[in-house]
């Protein structure tokens, strides 16, 4: 760019025309108000990316990180208010959720849209409203190469979106492009496992609803409460399933984490 305003000027200069030059001195000072402009955004993102990766220490250090935010003077801006969503995601899911719900997808820029879509659906999902989160899922581009580090979490997200609408099919195929292993922490082996279950109930496969339910027990059988607590307005028969996973996984989990804490204690 500055090659070209140094081209510019050394034309306009040559050529002594004062229209000319106005010319140049006026692109120059547009030019100029866009390089500002643009560098005091990056410093604003680069003080958010900081925030928040402060945030994911402790629930108290997203409180403090929450009450930075909410004291910005653009606390109401796009950006800010995404950002506080995905703080209060953890602890305050509704409050989230209350935070995205007036924002239009189409209102967010086109670098941020795949994560608001993501956080949503996700918060959507938790309060059992499916059908709001496929519009927002439908979107999201799978394939993005700049995003396959988080591509298990996204398969999961859309994937139980698809099942729970009627997609059942094509969720399952989705499921299958991402192995368990590729997950990177238990929170997205969770998710993945999670949108199994809706998969395969959904497909009419209650041994691999079975099989699946009990390896997201084996990860921690709490998280089948997910699937029986009315707020998840999950199908009957798929609650039922879950509640038997839940009495029969439960005990064996808990007397497997005796035993490493008694195997721990003797080598101590």
Known sequence: ????????????????????????GFLSLIAAGIALWAWRELRRHRKLATVLQAAGESPEARKQALATLEA??????????????????????????????????????PGMQDDFSLLKSQLLLNFGRPKQARPLVDTINLDNPQRQEIRPMMVAIVGETWARTGAAKEANELLDSVNSADAADSN??????????????????????????????????????????????????LQRLAREAFEREGPRAKQGRQHIAAGRGRRR
């Not at 760019?1 to 025309?17: C, D, K, P, R």
């Not at 109401?76 to 995601?89: D, E, H, K, M, S």
């Open 1 to 24: 760019i500055g090659l070209v305003f140094a081209g510019l000027w050394t034309l306009a200069i040559a050529s002594e025309s004062l229209i000319f030059m106005g010319i140049a």
């Open 72 to 109: 910005d003077k653009k606390a109401n801006g796009l950006t800010n208010v995404i950002a506080r969503a995905q703080l209060l995601a953890s602890d305050e899911p509704s409050q989230a959720l209350d935070l995205l719900d007036p924002i239009d997808l189409k209102s967010v820029p």
């Open 188 to 237: 997205i082996l969770a998710l993945l496992l999670s949108a199994r279950v809706f998969a395969c109930f959904a497909a009419g496969k209650k041994g691999k609803t079975r099989a699946a339910l009990a390896e997201l027990a084996a990860v921690e059988p709490n998280l089948l409460g997910r699937f029986i607590s009315p707020k998840s307005q999950a199908h009957p028969g």
